[in-house]
């Protein structure tokens, strides 16, 4: 059974950075596609970034994050990264990360197993 738990968030200032972390102390992640998601208040989830279990996997991004957001795994620890620079005040929400056996790695991947969110609050 895979067991993601997540840290990092919390509170920071518009123009600053956060990183996320998504890890499996149990087990390897090495054959998951990783993927983020995030849902603000009053809005349903909506995809953030994801990346396929093969080396080879190129990352996507949604639009609204793209240069800003950068997806990350380090398999020796078993850990996923979000790391979030320029933050904005909309991208204030509860993320999750996800992750799907053998997966492409794609936005319209299904993931089946979640973490269980984290608050990241940007204020202006």
């Known amino acids: 059974q895979v067991q993601l738990v997540q840290s990092g968030g919390g509170l920071v200032q518009a123009g600053g950075s956060l990183r996320l972390s998504c890890s499996d102390s149990?087990?390897?992640?090495?054959?998951?596609?990783m993927a983020w998601f995030r849902q603000a208040p009053g809005k349903e989830r909506e995809f953030v970034s994801s990346?396929?279990?093969?080396?080879?996997?190129?990352?996507y991004y949604a639009d609204s994050v793209n240069g800003r957001f950068t997806i990350s795994r380090d398999n020796a620890k078993n850990t996923a990264y979000l790391q979030m620079n320029s933050l904005k005040a909309e991208d204030t929400a509860v993320y999750y990360c996800a992750a799907d056996l053998y997966g492409m790695g794609r936005p319209d991947s299904k993931y089946d197993y979640w973490g269980q969110g984290t608050q990241v609050t940007v204020s202006s």
């Open positions: 990346i396929g279990w093969m080396t080879t996997s190129r990352p």
């Open positions: 149990r087990r390897t992640l090495d054959n998951f596609a």
